[in-house]
């Protein structure tokens, strides 16, 4: 069946580098894609969400980007903080949300 | 703009009881999707509701249900609870449908089976 999947359970990263979290999605109806974050005892929280028309978008920090050919989607994380230690989830978005596995993200000092 | 509340934050249950638990979703938004979380299968989808209507549902058994009230506030059920039911039960809101609209999380309702 369907499926959203990421290819890394876990990642270090040293505190001021860049980190980039990759997924892999198998539904190429989906059109829309999200980046969640989720820190332990809370939900998960929006970080940034791009539409199948476009290939990359940019936030505060963070840009993610869709290889629609691949069906592939990334977030990069520019000079990582500790407080972005957490879960990152991708999501698709075509009749409904469906979610990958999480990557955990940890930032050394 | 208060978040999405759910009550009760932990429940702990017996096998073969059932549960309710509560989701008010941001004002405005008129879906409110749930998911269960585990740690070995991940944020995994329950069903969509929106304007009263179940939209969408995903692969549970019968046990699970859900409903939405005309205020959008929403309620799922599980009946005869087993012990692999213990999850992290969390709600999402969204203006528009859940797959094409941002989701809004509360912090869930830890429900523990024993």
């Known amino acids: 069946g369907e499926s959203v999947g990421l290819h890394l359970p876990t990642l270090s990263v040293q505190e001021g580098d860049n980190s980039i979290i990759n997924c892999a999605y198998s539904?190429?109806?989906?059109?829309?894609f999200i980046w969640y974050k989720q820190e332990s005892g809370k939900g998960p929280q929006f970080i940034i969400d791009?539409?199948?028309?476009?290939d990359k978008r940019q936030g505060q920090r963070v840009t993610v980007l869709l290889n629609k050919t691949v069906k592939h989607l990334s977030l990069q994380i520019a000079a990582t903080q500790p407080g972005d230690s957490a879960v990152y989830f991708c999501?698709?978005?075509?009749?409904?949300?469906?979610f990958g596995a999480g990557t955990r993200l940890t930032v050394k000092p | 703009k208060a978040g999405v509340t759910q009550t009760p934050r932990y429940l702990i249950k017996t096998r073969g009881q059932q549960v309710t638990l509560s989701c008010s979703p941001i004002?405005?938004?008129?879906?409110v999707s749930w998911y269960q979380q585990t740690p070995g299968q991940g944020l995994q989808f329950l069903f969509e509701?929106?304007?009263?209507?179940?939209?969408n549902k995903g692969n549970f058994p019968g046990r699970f249900s859900g409903r939405q009230f005309s205020n959008s506030r929403s309620e799922m059920n599980v009946s005869t609870l087993e012990l692999g039911d213990s999850a992290l039960y969390l709600c999402?809101?969204?203006f528009g449908v859940g797959g094409n609209s941002p989701l809004h999380f509360g912090n869930g309702t830890r429900l523990t089976v024993t």
């Open positions: 999402a809101s969204s």
């Open positions: 539904n190429s109806a989906s059109d829309y």
């Open positions: 791009i539409r199948s028309n476009m």
């Open positions: 999501a698709e978005g075509s009749n409904d949300m469906r």
């Open positions: 004002s405005g938004h008129r879906s």
């Open positions: 509701y929106f304007s009263e209507t179940q939209r």
